[in-house]
């Protein structure tokens, strides 16, 4: 038994963003209901296609259930109507005003359905001047100041200041005097940003999706000690800007936490952070002199750095993987995608799951259904909700299903 056995989740998102959510309380067992527009579906089943396969669709939307349902037609409200009854959840990603135009919105489905939890994914929540303003993941990354690279200057021992190089912000010294400066100068506005970089991973879009699923968890349980259903209110650009409050890579980059290439051009990546890791490390390559200097400031860390660099070419990836194979210091090889797809710890845990080309990453020996062909499942779900042949054939001629 899995811990969503049971819980049923209308699905009114369109994109990434309500797609993943959907998706994580799927794997948990929640039997998810995709509502889409009959004319087309999810805008995600047109993204271009791989090998004539939308991979990103049949990625998002497994072990769901497809539902056609022009929202925009009066006679779309008695259907929803009918399926939130039997539902537990609901999720939508649309803007406020249209959410209260297609009366999805939670003021109106709470109205009639107490016990329901509505989950809502909008760019920038449900209040406030942003709040009907369209966007994507790069401009909530924009706005939340994850393009530019957060401060760029810091103090040296003789007083002055200069630019870091790899323009994040570096402590000075050990300590936590040192560490506090750093966080500091992170922080502050900088005189010259330099130029934003392209974004990698969708990290508003995906932290969105982990909030939502967090928050429809927690929405449950409290509906299990009050009876009652809530609100869960998720928002894209907020999301991003939790992620603006961790260290990034490059905050962390020393010779303890860097990547090196190896004489065969393969690459291994170090995360040495702890000085028992470093320490370790550093005795391993020959070089215990370097293991006092884990943290030493401007020229003489960036001299560490290129004396690290020059060992590590000195070996083949493999014959390096081989000579810290007894070694616990926190060094793993860079891999490929094909080489993360199989590596033997992966295949142990049995997370990847291969379905007609695609490839899943999913909970450890997870059953994977396909992604449902749009409406698949319209006739068995309106069925259950109390709509019969005669109405459903009504619906279909008039296009509303």
């Not at 509906?223 to 650009?237: K, L």
Request: glycine share 10%; aromatic share 4%.
């Amino acid at each position: 038994m899995r811990p969503l056995d049971g819980v049923r989740v209308l699905d009114v998102t369109r994109l990434l963003p309500g797609s993943y959510a959907t998706l994580l309380l799927a794997d948990l067992g929640a039997d998810v209901v995709k509502v889409e527009d009959p004319r087309g579906g999810d805008g995600m089943r047109t993204l271009p296609l791989a090998d004539g396969r939308n991979v990103y669709f049949e990625l998002l939307n497994r072990n769901k259930r497809s539902v056609t349902l022009d929202l925009r037609s009066p006679d779309a409200a008695a259907v929803l109507d009918a399926l939130c009854a039997h539902a537990d959840v609901i999720v939508d990603s649309f803007r406020p005003s249209t959410a209260r135009r297609l009366r999805v919105d939670p003021a109106v489905l709470r109205a009639r359905h107490p016990h329901l939890v509505c989950a809502s994914i909008s760019g920038f929540g449900q209040s406030g001047p942003y709040a009907e303003r369209a966007a994507h993941d790069i401009n909530y990354q924009a706005l939340a100041g994850l393009l530019f690279a957060r401060g760029s200057t810091r103090s040296t021992s003789s007083g002055q200041a200069h630019s870091a190089g790899s323009g994040q912000a570096r402590s000075t010294g050990s300590g936590q005097a040192g560490s506090t400066r750093a966080k500091k100068d992170a922080l502050a506005p900088s005189a010259s940003k330099g130029e934003p970089r392209m974004p990698g991973p969708l990290v508003g879009d995906i932290g969105a999706a982990t909030q939502t699923a967090i928050g429809v968890l927690a929405a449950l349980l409290l509906r299990a000690r009050t009876g009652g259903g809530s609100v869960v209110d998720v928002s894209i650009h907020e999301a991003a800007m939790a992620w603006s409050m961790f260290p990034s890579t490059p905050d962390l980059e020393n010779a303890c936490y860097a990547m090196y290439e190896t004489a065969d051009g393969h690459w291994l990546a170090l995360g040495a952070l702890e000085p028992k890791f470093w320490i370790g490390f550093c005795e391993r390559i020959g070089r215990p002199d370097l293991a006092p200097l884990q943290h030493a400031p401007d020229e003489e860390r960036a001299r560490v750095l290129r004396d690290v660099r020059e060992v590590m070419r000195g070996r083949t990836r493999d014959q390096w993987l081989a000579h810290f194979a007894d070694a616990d210091v926190c060094l793993t090889p860079i891999n490929t995608l094909a080489e993360a797809l199989a590596d033997p710890h992966v295949a142990a845990r049995g997370v990847v799951s291969r379905d007609r080309g695609t490839i899943h990453i999913t909970p450890p020996h997870a059953e994977v259904r396909p992604a449902p062909a749009l409406g698949a499942d319209t006739d068995e779900v309106l069925d259950a909700a109390g709509i019969g042949v005669s109405e459903r054939s009504r619906l279909r001629a008039a296009g509303v299903i």
